[in-house]
């Protein structure tokens, strides 16, 4: 038995819908640039025929569950939402073949990829890396997951309302890369591992939030997320 300093940190998770295991979180993936319409509203239109997509990644610990309270995150004025469907992969896959994809999914829940918007312009404009914008504690909002093994969803309604106004309103069918292409790409790099999430991107409408605002999205046929966002510290 492996004697530690201290007690090791919890491994994250997420309930299951129907089960009462929870799926241990290896990693945390997230999809650049997705859909269309943010891309061009960020001011980076995408062009498929010449780019592939690209990834940042979050840590595990960022990982926060639906319902949650978190408080308005310290070193920045323009707090934002970005409503995702996320994939969860319960098989290992590297290289796979957007033909087998189906193959390493276990099932989906409904993200929020919360984000520091005004450091992320700050450090992309600049050419440093988007950690401080994205890697922001209690950012990675998931809902339950939903199991559907072998599934590939490749439509369905995604929305979002901040203190029940709509912001985000798209549907999943407008995936620049769609589920198949997004695992056969990300796993070209790495070695997809059960309980990697990977949030597949948002739609256009992304917004700022303030304290006391109370986000819910959903993605139709899987889930719903929400999330309060407190005083900051
Ligand atoms: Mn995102």
Not at 15 to 20: A, I
């Amino acid at each position: 038995m492996t004697q530690y300093l201290w007690t090791p940190p919890a491994v994250q998770s997420l309930p299951v819908r129907g089960m009462t295991e929870r799926l241990p979180i290896n990693r945390l993936f997230f999809v650049g640039r997705n859909y269309h319409a943010h891309a061009v509203e960020m001011g980076r239109p995408v062009d498929k025929t010449v780019e592939r997509p690209f990834y940042f990644t979050k840590a595990p610990q960022t990982l926060t569950e639906s319902g949650a309270t978190v408080a308005y995150p310290p070193e920045t004025s323009n707090y934002h939402f970005e409503m995702e469907m996320v994939v969860a992969i319960g098989k290992p896959g590297f290289r796979v073949k957007a033909e087998d994809a189906h193959d390493i999914i276990f099932g989906y829940g409904a993200g929020l990829d919360m984000t520091r918007r005004d450091l992320q312009l700050v450090a992309r404009d600049k050419g440093r890396p988007w950690d401080l914008g994205k890697d922001v504690e209690q950012s990675s909002v998931c809902s339950e997951i939903v199991p559907m093994p072998g599934v590939v969803i490749d439509q369905g309604e995604i929305a979002l309302e901040v203190n029940g106004v709509t912001k985000q309103k798209s549907n999943v069918d407008k995936l620049i890369w769609n589920v198949r292409e997004i695992i056969a790409d990300l796993s070209l790099f790495y070695h997809l591992q059960p309980g990697d999430l990977i949030y597949t991107g948002t739609p256009e409408g992304v917004g700022a939030v303030l304290a006391g605002d109370k986000i819910s999205g959903r993605v139709e046929g899987v889930s719903e997320v929400s999330l309060t966002v407190g005083s900051a510290e």
